[in-house]
């Protein structure tokens, strides 16, 4: 086959979304590939954990919080079944979402590997939400947009997928319709409960880059 199956946790991008989005499997409960459920042409509908692929810009004069509506994927494996009514997913997949077009999903990552600092890292469970703030600009085909994000080790030379015992990473994010000196914000929440929001600048690239994060001194509780 030479493909890999996707899995719970999946990163994939809408061609009318602004974020990411992550997939959460919940049509099959007995098929685990890597100790995480498998991803199969029926996990349809509002498929996407919260808030999905944040903004929906089908209509850019006009958008609106997304809300997934998935209903059909497309180059799935045919070559087995699952609770033989289905087929599983693999990268090559795409999705048909009813308030898109056809194939207007796509998957960046099979989450075979844990999505650092989007679906787990380590004990610290997060999510992220960008807050990017372009200067001078209000049009809507300047929307900033969350392309992809990247945990590395301290000195940002190598990518990353645990949370080495020091606790120290950075981050590496990719944006699309930001200027040089635009401010990005991530807001990540632990599973402890703590909040920690992190600011970073665009490059003339589109990458922000926040160096010497030290996520131990979040994690571990007062008194823990």
């Known amino acids: 086959m030479g493909k890999e199956y996707a899995v719970q946790g999946a990163l994939a991008i809408c061609q009318f979304g602004a974020s990411p989005g992550i997939l959460k499997v919940s049509d099959n409960t007995g098929v685990y590939?890597?100790?995480?459920?498998?991803?199969?042409?029926h996990s349809l509908g509002d498929t996407?954990?919260?808030?999905?692929?944040?903004v929906c810009h089908i209509n850019p004069s006009s958008?609106?919080?997304?809300?997934?509506?998935i209903v059909a994927w497309t180059d799935f494996y045919e070559g087995?079944?699952?609770n033989n009514d289905s087929?599983?997913?693999?990268?090559?997949s795409k999705a048909t979402c009813a308030m898109g077009c056809p194939n207007c999903i796509s998957l960046q990552t099979t989450g075979q590997i844990a999505i650092p600092g989007?679906?787990?890292f380590k004990q610290a469970a997060m999510e992220h939400q960008t807050d990017l703030n372009p200067m001078g600009t209000n049009e809507e085909s300047k929307t900033p947009i969350l392309i992809q994000v990247q945990w590395k080790d301290a000195e940002g030379k190598e990518v990353i997928d645990e949370l080495p015992a020091d606790g120290i990473v950075s981050i590496y994010a990719e944006t699309k319709n930001t200027e040089i000196g635009d401010s990005v914000d991530f807001t990540i929440n632990l599973e402890n409960g703590n909040e920690v929001t992190l600011t970073g600048?665009?490059?003339?690239?589109?990458?922000v880059e926040i160096k010497d994060i030290n996520l131990n001194?979040?994690?571990?509780?007062?008194g823990g």
């Open 48 to 54: 996407f954990q919260p808030p999905g692929f944040g």
């Open 201 to 207: 600048t665009a490059g003339n690239d589109g990458w």
């Open 87 to 92: 087929f599983p997913l693999t990268e090559t």
């Open 63 to 69: 958008p609106k919080p997304c809300t997934p509506s």
């Open 80 to 82: 087995m079944s699952i």
């Open 118 to 120: 989007i679906v787990q």
């Open 217 to 222: 001194r979040y994690i571990i509780d007062e």
């Open 33 to 41: 590939l890597n100790g995480k459920r498998a991803a199969t042409t």
